[in-house]
T-cell receptor
Framework: NAGVTQTPKFQVLKTGQSMTLQCAQD?????MYWYRQDPGMGLRLIYY???????DKGEVPNGYNVSRLNKREFSLRLESAAPSQTSVYFC????????????FGQGTRLTVV | GENVEQHPSTLSVQEGDSAVIKCTYS??????FPWYKQELGKGPQLIID?????GEKKDQRIAVTLNKTAKHFSLHITETQPEDSAVYFC??????????FGSGTRLLVRP
């Protein structure tokens, strides 16, 4: 039972490079989320997708774009990476609605140099 | 928007003692309050949650209490064990697909 799978697990980028973080869930969940985690700041919501075909901004969307490719997959793209985007990124999914339990992936540790 | 404050940031207890972590939230419309445990190098894992129509919920050694009037909720861990050592996060949400997290509490259980 894989749950939420993120790739890659680690990545180092140079400033200005682009990359896409991939996320897939096998729980048939409607909603998917991208969070970033920085020391002492908990988890902050970047973007979310309430259902297939919809995406919305969270608390810290600047510098990111997302695509809900299908019900299973939700990707996060950094078009021009900046050192301030060095963080650990988590994808999560839930059955639907903000009042449903969210299940997280293992995270992607991204360093921008 | 919603703001969630969590205290303390670090907590050290002796094995077998109880641990209490407290959170306050700002949005009176919030109606869902989960707690997550995060072990080193892993993603957060849901350990217990409570909805606004309930004042307390227990699951073995862990319990969560909610005071809607004061807008605060707490996590209680009894008979702590070394494997309880981790970072714990509270979160709050209303029906808007946005879980807002506290800044986390690092719990250390000393053997």
């Amino acid at each position: 039972n894989a749950g939420v799978t993120q790739t890659p697990k680690f990545q180092v980028l140079k400033t200005g490079q682009s990359m896409t973080l991939q996320c897939a869930q096998d729980m048939n969940h409607n909603s998917m989320y991208w969070y970033r985690q920085d020391p002492g700041m908990g988890l902050r919501l970047i973007y979310y997708s309430a259902s297939e075909g919809t995406t919305d901004k969270g608390e810290v969307p600047n510098g990111y774009n997302v695509s809900r490719l299908n019900k299973r997959e939700f990707s996060l793209r950094l078009e021009s990476a900046a050192p301030s985007q060095t963080s650990v990124y988590f994808c999560a999914s839930s059955e639907g609605g903000g009042t449903g339990a969210a299940f997280f992936g293992q995270g992607t540790r991204l360093t921008v140099v | 928007g919603e703001n969630v404050e969590q205290h303390p940031s670090t907590l050290s207890v002796q094995e077998g003692d109880s641990a209490v972590i407290k959170c306050t939230y700002s949005d009176s419309a919030s109606n869902y309050f989960p707690w997550y445990k995060q072990e080193l190098g892993k993603g957060p894992q849901l350990i217990i949650d409570i909805r606004s129509n309930v004042g307390e919920k227990k699951d073995q050694r862990i319990a969560v209490t909610l005071n809607k009037t004061a807008k605060h909720f707490s996590l209680h861990i009894t008979e702590t064990q070394p494997e309880d050592s981790a970072v714990y996060f509270c979160a709050a949400s209303r029906s808007s697909y946005k879980l807002i997290f506290g800044s986390g509490t690092r719990l250390l259980v000393r053997p």
